[in-house]
């Protein structure tokens, strides 16, 4: 797991890696794709000193990004303070999120992937009470589309004159990039993306409809 943070807005983004090798290249395709949507640059990068950060191949593109490199001193954790408080608060409401449900630890990733979409949506006093996302992109936060970790969804399918009209699974998060939901389906060991599901919330039924970002 990899994270980003925006120091002044305090917004979060995440990269699952397979391999911590992967952390050079996760890190050039984020800061292509911020720069290119903000028309910002990138100045200072705040890491620990772990191998991942501290090699000749990323030092060498930061010196010639111009990005000013703070690392912290070995065994000094706090001087990263920001970055180790948000692991910890992912780590820490995921597995809460995830004790909440009947899902196993295999839905980790989606666990987490949800607080960080919550936390980006959530009220942070370091920014006067504002949310990471309004900070941002300068646009109030849209809550109407959030739904329950874990809650049962049911998608709608056709499969014939008899059979059932919906197929039942359960809510696992809010896919990148994309403007729906993600629900996991036991009877196909699948993940459903789409705009249209039925939640069901404390025995009550909430339909889903298109929401913007």
Known sequence: MLTFIDDFSRKVWIYFLKEKSEAFKVFKEWKTLLENQTRKKIKRLRTDNDLEFCNHQFDEFCKAEGIARHKTVVNTPQQ???????NRILLERARCILSNTDLGKEFWAEAISTTCYLVNRS????IKCKTPKEVWS????????????????????????????????????????????????????????????????????????????
């Open 80 to 86: 990263n303070g920001v970055a180790k408080r948000m």
């Open 138 to 213: 300068g646009k109030l936060t849209e809550y109407s589309n959030l739904r329950v970790f874990g809650c049962p969804a049911y998608v709608h399918v056709n499969k014939g004159k008899l059979e059932a009209r919906a197929n039942k699974g359960v809510f696992v998060g809010y896919p990148m990039n994309v403007k729906g939901y993600k629900v996991w389906c036991p009877v196909t060991s699948k993940f459903l993306i789409s705009r249209y599901f039925i939640f069901e919330i404390q025995g009550c039924c909430a339909q889903a409809y298109h929401y913007g970002e």
């Open 123 to 126: 009220p942070n006093t370091y």
